[in-house]
């Protein structure tokens, strides 16, 4: 199945007066990676976040925001006051006296600070906070992947038309292909009895076929033809539909290897209804590499 990289999952809740909100973006990259921001009092929770995210998320740059606003109990139970009073009264005076009364205080940012929570409330909220974060990364990562898969799909469409066409082109080489050694024979009886007729000779068939005996093993294609057919057959299933794992590199490597095949048989091949084939070739493989990066 094609999926895009890029994509973005929101998901927020509210339990015993508290508010949880959980962001997740993707954007390309050619590994895993994965970025999580965590509240404070939340922290221990990165290397399990970071894990269920690598478990949905195969490939990609992965930005994960956490949001955590305590409130009801939970904010009563753990807050430190004489700390929140001595952190509130430093704040207030390092504001002009103008400023005091039309002050407002943000209760995460206040939370955030070192000795307003104890040290045992932390731990309580980190088991309380667990169960309602990691449900809300699933559903995120869900919407994330709900993207990633209806942008898959103009990847995959645009993946197949460029597969069209080197199937066009690979059919074209193999019918000229033959072609190629009797155009070279013609052409190199037409010069060796011009040149030959000056002295009053004639070409030799057995030289002119050896000749061209040599021309034919030198540029047959013939297994540069098979090993891309093959190639496009392979490419064929991973953009499928039915295909069940994560494209992006399989099919980086089948570019390469389609890329690898087409210029030896332009470098075998002097037949220029080839060589012009080669090059549409050519321009189509730069493409699905473009698509290839682009997929998971």
Same mark, same amino acid.
């Given at each position: 199945?094609?999926?895009?990289?890029?994509?973005?999952?929101?998901?927020?809740?509210?339990?015993?007066?508290?508010?949880?909100?959980?962001?997740?973006?993707?954007?390309?990259?050619?590994?895993?990676?994965?970025?999580?921001?965590?509240?404070?009092?939340?922290?221990?929770?990165?290397?399990?976040?970071?894990?269920? /995210?690598?478990?949905?998320?195969?490939?990609?740059?992965?930005?994960?925001?956490?949001?955590?606003?305590?409130?009801?109990? /939970?904010?009563?139970?753990?807050?430190?006051?004489?700390?929140?009073?001595?952190?509130?009264?430093?704040?207030?005076?390092?504001?002009?006296?103008?400023?005091?009364?039309?002050?407002?205080?943000?209760?995460?940012?206040?939370?955030? /600070?070192?000795?307003?929570?104890?040290?045992?409330?932390?731990?309580?909220?980190?088991?309380?906070?667990?169960?309602?974060?990691?449900?809300?990364?699933?559903?995120?990562?869900?919407?994330?992947?709900?993207?990633?898969?209806? $942008?898959?799909?103009?990847?995959?469409? $645009?993946?197949?038309?460029?597969?069209?066409?080197?199937?066009?082109?690979?059919?074209?080489?193999?019918?000229?292909?033959?072609?190629?050694?009797?155009?070279?024979?013609?052409?190199?009886?037409?010069?060796?009895?011009?040149?030959?007729?000056?002295?009053?000779?004639?070409?030799?068939?057995?030289?002119?076929?050896?000749?061209?005996? /040599?021309?034919?093993?030198?540029?047959?294609?013939?297994?540069?033809?098979?090993?891309?057919?093959?190639?496009?057959?392979?490419?064929?299933?991973?953009?499928?539909?039915?295909?069940?794992?994560?494209?992006?590199?399989?099919?980086?490597?089948?570019?390469?290897?389609?890329?690898?095949?087409?210029?030896?048989?332009?470098?075998?091949?002097?037949?220029?209804?080839?060589?012009?084939?080669?090059?549409?070739?050519?321009?189509?493989?730069?493409?699905?590499? $473009?698509?290839?990066?682009?997929?998971?």
């Amino acid at each position: 199945m094609i999926r895009s990289m890029t994509g973005f999952g929101a998901a927020a809740a509210d339990a015993e007066g508290c508010r949880f909100a959980v962001e997740v973006k993707s954007v390309n990259n050619r590994f895993f990676k994965a970025t999580v921001r965590l509240p404070e009092e939340l922290s221990t929770l990165e290397a399990e976040i970071e894990a269920a /995210v690598a478990r949905r998320l195969g490939r990609g740059s992965v930005m994960v925001l956490v949001r955590f606003v305590p409130g009801g109990a /939970v904010a009563a139970a753990e807050v430190n006051p004489d700390a929140a009073r001595t952190a509130l009264t430093a704040l207030l005076a390092a504001l002009p006296v103008e400023l005091r009364d039309r002050a407002t205080v943000d209760l995460g940012a206040l939370l955030a /600070v070192p000795g307003v929570l104890r040290t045992d409330g932390v731990e309580k909220i980190v088991e309380f906070a667990r169960p309602v974060v990691l449900r809300l990364l699933d559903e995120a990562c869900a919407r994330v992947l709900e993207m990633r898969a209806r $942008e898959g799909e103009s990847i995959r469409a $645009e993946l197949s038309r460029h597969g069209a066409i080197l199937r066009d082109a690979l059919s074209d080489i193999a019918r000229l292909a033959p072609q190629a050694s009797t155009a070279y024979q013609e052409r190199l009886r037409t010069r060796m009895n011009t040149l030959l007729a000056e002295v009053g000779a004639v070409a030799a068939e057995t030289d002119l076929l050896r000749e061209v005996a /040599v021309f034919a093993e030198r540029s047959d294609i013939a297994e540069e033809v098979a090993r891309l057919s093959g190639h496009l057959e392979q490419f064929d299933g991973v953009i499928s539909p039915a295909h069940p794992e994560p494209a992006g590199r399989t099919l980086d490597f089948l570019s390469q290897e389609m890329l690898r095949e087409a210029n030896t048989i332009a470098s075998k091949s002097q037949d220029v209804g080839i060589a012009r084939r080669v090059v549409e070739m050519k321009t189509s493989i730069d493409r699905i590499k $473009e698509q290839a990066a682009n997929a998971e």
